[in-house]
């Protein structure tokens, strides 16, 4: 049984959690209880298994707590993005039925606002500020003895797509019900792979919300290893954690890669990384450039992945096969994929780019949008979820860019991605989107917004020279008519660029 209460008999003073910021220490006797506490209170409300909950929280070690009290009250959990704006995150709540909204003073103001709820939310708790219309979270807590409820079926999250071409969407799946503490196949085997057991030692980099990040930190505690959260990234402070806990396993995006790789070489010289055994990344294509800085600085411990919300992980590639295979993301694993063409119907022959379907993953559904649904299934039944890319003849998908990002310009298809991964390596440039803007002659032009590592270089010389920069290295066509320079661009922290975001101004 892979359980809390397995490893508070086993190891009760060592520690599950532990908060980088503030050096605070959750131990396996004081994690046990509160889940218990947390369980208790959601079947003292009347919470049903498959009943909804909402969770809107900064990272923190109450929001593992949560996760897992959930768990096991058999309850689905939907984790809200802490970026969204009031009608973003009333549409989540409201689309996801949620019958209790937990939060923190951090989001006093935004809940604050939120007038429209639907009536089945009946419960609502905070941490920290108390507000109007909301329980005090400790306080409520606090009166339950910590005495494990009766378990049965595992409770599992409804995460909600990125939103990075419209509102999130709910994903749900259609899996057989597993006890409390049982892993299903899918979970252990991802385990398997990438080597976590009790002893592993796991540094999170990202936002809880998304699913990825809380996924995986929640199969290091379910398998009883120990998980340093970091509240906000920040490169140097990465390679301090890792030296410092002699972490063992850690998750990144491309563009951590990309600003840890620019501190300065004496910064990085100074912590010692040797603890890492596998260092997995996924979320956007990693730029081969980065990728090889990264292989030769930290050894062939980098693990690849590719997948969605939808599908969990459908390929997977290690560092000794990318080394032979640069710029894949991998092999399918149980399954098969095939690339097709703009019809949807005919299967196109290797290196030749297409829409990317999966033959068999766990059945998905798009929660009360059943269209949506069908749409991302051909005749066969197999699945896509929007991602373009091709495969080579050993059978390593290489992803192009996504669908929805995909640039026309003079009845050209152009993938902004393979521009993207340029620019981002000239030095002076810390962030880059490329976008497809209206063109009277050609429809589309294609038009790069970067951040900059000092504004104060903004201007029409910095232009030219990013345009000659790309020309000198790509076909023409790819490379950005015009520039604009912003502060910041709008990702989430998971690493997607919200390009809807970025080009509203230009539509």
């Not at 947390?38 to 009943?51: C, H, T, V, W």
């Not at 939907?78 to 019958?99: F, G, M, Q, W």
């Not at 015009?482 to 809807?500: H, M, Q, S, Y």
């Amino acid at each position: 049984m892979n359980h809390h209460t397995k490893y508070v008999q086993k190891k009760p003073n060592t520690p599950v959690i532990i908060s980088a910021a503030s050096g605070k220490i959750v131990t396996w006797q004081q994690f046990s209880s509160r889940v218990n506490k947390i369980a208790q209170y959601f079947r003292d409300i009347g919470l049903k298994e498959k009943d909804h909950i909402a969770i809107l929280l900064e990272n923190c070690t109450t929001f593992f707590e949560i996760i897992e009290a959930a768990t096991d009250a058999g309850l689905i959990y939907t984790l809200i993005s802490t970026h969204l704006k009031k009608e973003e995150t009333e549409y989540v709540i409201n689309n996801c039925d949620a019958k209790l909204l937990i939060t923190s003073g951090m989001f006093a103001d935004l809940v604050g606002q939120i007038a429209a709820i639907t009536s089945d939310l009946s419960h609502r708790m905070i941490l920290g500020t108390a507000i109007d219309g909301y329980d005090s979270f400790e306080e409520t807590i606090a009166k339950y003895d910590g005495i494990p409820i009766d378990y049965s079926m595992s409770g599992m999250p409804m995460n909600y797509s990125s939103g990075t071409t419209g509102y999130p969407r709910g994903i749900t799946w259609d899996v057989p019900d597993f006890p409390v503490g049982m892993l299903d196949p899918t979970q252990k085997a991802a385990n398997d792979r990438l080597g976590l057991n009790d002893e592993t030692i796991y540094l999170s980099t990202q936002p809880l919300y998304h699913s990825a990040p809380s996924s995986f930190a929640m199969k290091v505690i379910r398998l009883g290893g120990t998980v340093v959260l970091m509240e906000k990234f920040d490169a140097e402070e990465a390679l301090c954690l890792i030296e410092k806990h002699r972490a063992t396993h850690s998750q990144w995006i491309p563009t951590m890669f990309i600003r840890i790789l620019k501190l300065p070489d004496e910064t990085r010289a100074n912590y010692d990384i040797s603890s890492m055994q596998m260092a997995i990344h996924a979320a956007a294509p990693c730029p081969v450039k980065v990728k090889e800085q990264m292989i030769e600085w930290w050894g062939p411990i980098l693990f690849e992945y590719w997948g969605g919300s939808e599908t969990s992980l459908v390929t997977t590639i290690t560092s000794q096969e990318w080394l032979n295979h640069k710029g894949s993301v991998g092999k399918a694993i149980n399954t098969k994929l095939h690339i097709m063409d703009e019809t949807e119907k005919e299967e196109l022959p290797p290196f030749e780019s297409g829409i990317i379907y999966i033959e068999s993953v766990r059945p998905f559904s798009y929660y009360k949008e059943p269209e949506k649904t069908a749409s991302c299934r051909n005749e066969k039944g197999w699945a896509q979820i929007g991602d373009i890319g091709y495969l080579d003849e050993e059978g390593y998908l290489y992803l192009t860019d996504r669908k929805s990002f995909m640039i026309i310009s003079g009845g050209v298809n152009i993938y902004p991605q393979e521009t993207e991964d340029l620019l981002v390596l000239h030095p002076k440039v810390v962030d880059v989107a490329v976008i497809g803007i209206p063109n009277d002659e050609f429809g589309e032009e294609v038009k790069a917004v970067v951040q900059l590592a000092d504004m104060a270089e903004a201007g029409p010389s910095l232009e030219k020279e990013l345009i000659e920069y790309c020309r000198s290295r790509i076909s023409h066509i790819k490379c950005p008519k015009t520039i604009d320079f912003v502060n910041e661009l709008a990702r989430t922290p998971a690493g997607k660029l919200l390009k809807r975001v970025i080009r509203e101004k230009y539509l």
